[in-house]
């Protein structure tokens, strides 16, 4: 069956400091990736996306993310995290034939200190 | 443009029992997919509609149905409650759906509803 996986748990870093998540999928075909946010509290926002193109997709609040077919990964990464970037971080696919399926990591939780 | 909408957020139910939760979609969105999401087993997919037919089914009990309106609103039913069943439901919008690639398929989500089931 198809999974997503996310390295990393929880990650806890100081303000300023670069953060890069990793996901990986277990998919032969084609997918679209994406990466998203739940803030404390909040209902869960789409940070960025990749249906096909540049490889390196830009989203919001400064965060991008990188897909290596080869490697089956999506990272997401960030250059400089700040204190509200702590959140809950999702990693998800859906395959090509099944766009309503959004299949999901088991989350990475960052908890960034001041 | 008015966001994804849950009601109700909240419910108390006991085992045994069974529950409808709502979803209205964004407007002119068309696909309705929920999801449950808990501590132990994450983020997973409960069934999609689209067009009032369910489109994609995940891998939960018959317990678990649901159904789309011709005003694309959708509502989830659980019966026979068990504990195991207390978790946050999410629903889901996307304009299209099926196959390919782009936005069309983009899901923005509802705030959820939280279920305790006693």
């Known amino acids: 069956a198809q999974s997503v996986s996310q390295h990393n748990h929880h990650v806890i870093l100081s303000e300023a400091a670069s953060l890069e998540l990793g996901c990986n999928y277990s998919?032969?075909?084609?997918?679209?990736l994406f990466w998203y946010v739940q803030y404390p509290g909040q209902h869960l926002q789409l940070l960025l996306k990749?249906?096909?193109?540049?490889?390196l997709v830009k989203g919001i609040k400064g965060f991008e993310a990188e897909f290596i077919k080869s490697k089956f990964s999506f990272n997401l990464r960030k250059p400089s995290v700040q204190w509200s970037d702590t959140a809950e971080y999702f990693c998800?696919?859906?395959?090509?034939?099944?766009?309503?399926?959004?299949?999901f990591g088991q989350g990475t939780e960052l908890s960034v200190k001041p | 443009k008015a966001g994804v909408t849950q009601t109700p957020r909240y419910l108390i139910k006991t085992r045994g029992q069974q529950v409808t939760l709502s979803c209205s979609p964004i407007?002119?969105?068309?696909?309705v997919s929920w999801y449950q999401q808990t501590p132990g087993q994450g983020l997973q997919f409960l069934f999609e509609?689209?067009?009032?037919?369910?489109?994609n089914k995940g891998n939960f009990p018959g317990r678990f149905s649901g159904r789309q309106f011709s005003n694309s609103r959708s509502e989830m039913n659980v019966s026979t409650l068990e504990l195991g069943d207390s978790a946050l439901y999410l629903c889901?919008?996307?304009?299209?759906?099926?196959?390919?690639?782009?936005?069309?398929?983009?899901?923005?989500f509802g705030p959820g509803t939280r279920l305790t089931v006693l």
């Open positions: 998919y032969g075909g084609t997918v679209n």
């Open positions: 990749y249906f096909s193109g540049d490889p």
């Open positions: 509609y689209f067009s009032e037919t369910q489109r």
């Open positions: 998800a696919v859906t395959l090509y034939n099944q766009g309503g399926k959004l299949i």
């Open positions: 889901a919008s996307s304009l299209e759906s099926g196959a390919g690639r782009g936005s069309y398929n983009e899901q923005f």
């Open positions: 407007s002119g969105h068309r696909s």
